[in-house]
Nanobody, 132 residues
Framework: QVQLVESGGGLVQPGGSLRLSCTTSGFTFDYYNIGWFRQAPGKEREGVSCIGTSDGDTGTIYTDSVKGRFTVTRDNAKNTVYLQMNSLKPEDTAVYYC???????????????????????WGQGTQVTVSS
């Protein structure tokens, strides 16, 4: 059974940092790239970042609004992906999700910001609130 569990969300002041984790099980982790998405209140879910299949921080891509502030990494030994979020802004407030693509959409190296239609398995999300 495929499981993805996000953690690490919370309330942080503008300019602060959080590190989200996506712990997975039930599939061959190092075969799949992983996507991060977020959904703000009243808005559609949007792609934030994608990381390729290799260990570490290679093969990554970010949406423009988080470039230079967010960093995605993965630890294949732990079946876990991380999203380090620095210089957080109120507009980063959202529920953050990690997801695994359909097998036909797997990429060794991410080439574009992830879109919902490419992703099959999803975590339950973790709330990030940026507010003073």
């Amino acid at each position: 059974q495929v499981q993805l569990v996000e953690s690490g969300g919370g309330l942080v002041q503008p300019g602060g940092s959080l590190r989200l984790s996506c712990t997975t099980s039930g599939f061959t982790f190092d075969y799949y790239n992983i996507g991060w998405f977020r959904q703000a209140p009243g808005k559609e879910r949007e792609g934030v970042s994608c990381i390729g299949t290799s260990d570490g921080d290679t093969g990554t891509i970010y949406t423009d609004s988080v470039k230079g502030r967010f960093t995605v990494t993965r630890d294949n030994a732990k079946n876990t992906v991380y999203l380090q979020m620095n210089s957080l802004k109120p507009e980063d407030t959202a529920v953050y999700y990690c997801a695994v693509p359909f097998i036909t959409k797997v990429q060794d190296v991410c080439v574009a910001v992830p879109t919902i239609v490419e992703y099959d398995w999803w975590g339950q999300g973790t709330q990030v609130t940026v507010s003073s």
